[in-house]
Structures are given as structure tokens and as C-alpha cells.
T-cell receptor
Framework: GQQLNQSPQSMFIQEGEDVSMNCTSSSIFNTWLWYKQDPGEGPVLLIALYKAGELTSNGRLTAQFGITRKDSFLNISASIPSDVGIYFCAGQLFGGSQGNLIFGKGTKLSVKP | DVKVTQSSRYLVKRTGEKVFLECVQDMDHENMFWYRQDPGLGLRLIYFSYDVKMKEKGDIPEGYSVSREKKERFSLILESASTNQTSMYLC???????????FGSGTRLTVV
């Protein structure tokens, strides 16, 4: 199936540092979404983006829908221990016959206090 | 808030058993999905449904079947459980195609 390339696969950072992760594809997307999964739980939606160039914030989180519609990034400012988890990007493919979301493989974030 | 409830958080089953994983959503969502999650492989789509009694195969349907007799309930069935089906199973739902999904808390299934 279609692939979303999410990077990095994992990050191990100091508390207080800023974090950046991204998703790229060779295909065009209508929608980009970012989810966070806490250990042992299901993913929870953090931010949804619907327009190319759109920049949206949710507290310390900021995400952008790339202008080419082929990528998106998520930034976390001033990380804290509860930011630990797996972050997934997801997108709806432009012209996709089913409209299902395609998911990246996730970025595992670990925070050192 | 939309709630997606998976009936069990942890399940241990024997090889060859028939296993039922239940998922219920309470916000009249049209679309429901079953994924499995394994380290390094991300979320892989097993089956999905856009309407009652409707089902479509996802990327890895082998060894699984589903049932959607009512709009709010989507069941995943392992006809004869095998050890390679040990995994975290996630159910999700959405109101419309392409909209963000709401996930359940997951069922961690171990087949011994």
C-alpha cells in the first residue's frame, strides 16, 4: 500500500528541549493528522490539518501542512516527561478510492528528566 | 466526547481457539476499523466497515474475519488463533471517510 515516511524513528532528549519530527510522501494528501499514543493506550488525536500551508498549534505542539501537500511536521517546544510516547502522522490520500487514513510507523519519544 | 470501547484490555488464549474481540462506539459513527500494532511495523489495517453488514479487507486480513450486525459494534474474529497473532489490537471509528479516527484503548492479545 501507500507509504508515509516518518522520521526519526526514535528520539531520546533532555527535558526542556524542543522536538521536531516529520512525515513525507511521494503522493499528495488532502488531510494531515498527528496522533500521540501513551504506553499501553490507543492513539489520541493531537492536531488535524486540512489546507496546504496551514500552521496549527495545540499548547506546546505546532504542526504544519506542507505547501507541496506531500509532507507535514510536528514540533514540541520545551518537552516535559509526560511527552513520552509514540507520535504518529496520518494522512488522507488525494484521490484515494477509499478515503482511509494512511499512517506513518511512528516516532518514539523518550524524555530524560 | 466520542468513546470507542474495547471489551478487554488483556487477553490470553490458546493456539487453535476461536477468539472474539469486541468494539463498541457511542457516537453514531459510520466507519469502523481494526488494526494490529507490532513493534517496528506501525499500525496495519486488518478490516474496515463503512456501514452495517458491510466489510472490506485491509492490508492483512488473512486469519481474521469481522462482523458488523449493528452500527455501533464491530467485532474482530480470529478463527483459529496462532502465536503469530500475538499483538496489540486497536479498534477505531470515524464519522466520515478521511476524517480523524477515534481509537479505543486497545486489546493486548497473547496466544500461547
Amino acid at each position: 500500500g501507500q507509504q508515509l515516511n516518518q522520521s526519526p524513528q526514535s528520539m531520546f532528549i533532555q527535558e526542556g528541549e524542543d522536538v521536531s519530527m516529520n512525515c513525507t510522501s511521494s503522493s499528495i494528501f488532502n488531510t494531515w493528522l498527528w496522533y500521540k499514543q501513551d504506553p499501553g493506550e490507543g492513539p489520541v488525536l493531537l492536531i488535524a490539518l486540512y489546507k496546504a500551508g496551514e500552521l496549527t498549534s495545540n499548547g506546546r505542539l505546532t504542526a504544519q501542512f506542507g505547501i507541496t501537500r506531500k509532507d507535514s511536521f510536528l514540533n514540541i517546544s520545551a518537552s516535559i516527561p509526560s511527552d513520552v510516547g509514540i507520535y504518529f502522522c496520518a494522512g488522507q490520500l488525494f484521490g484515494g478510492s477509499q478515503g482511509n487514513l494512511i499512517f506513518g510507523k511512528g516516532t518514539k519519544l523518550s524524555v530524560k528528566p | 466526547d466520542v468513546k470507542v470501547t474495547q471489551s478487554s484490555r488483556y487477553l490470553v488464549k490458546r493456539t487453535g481457539e476461536k477468539v472474539f474481540l469486541e468494539c463498541v462506539q457511542d457516537m453514531d459513527h459510520e466507519n469502523m476499523f481494526w488494526y494490529r500494532q507490532d513493534p517496528g511495523l506501525g499500525l496495519r489495517l486488518i478490516y474496515f466497515s463503512y456501514d452495517v453488514k458491510m466489510k472490506e479487507k485491509g492490508d492483512i486480513p488473512e486469519g481474521y474475519s469481522v462482523s458488523r450486525e449493528k452500527k455501533e459494534r464491530f467485532s474482530l474474529i480470529l478463527e483459529s488463533a496462532s502465536t503469530n497473532q500475538t499483538s496489540m489490537y486497536l479498534c477505531a471509528s470515524s464519522k466520515r471517510r478521511g476524517q480523524g479516527y477515534t481509537f479505543g484503548s486497545g486489546t493486548r492479545l497473547t496466544v500461547v
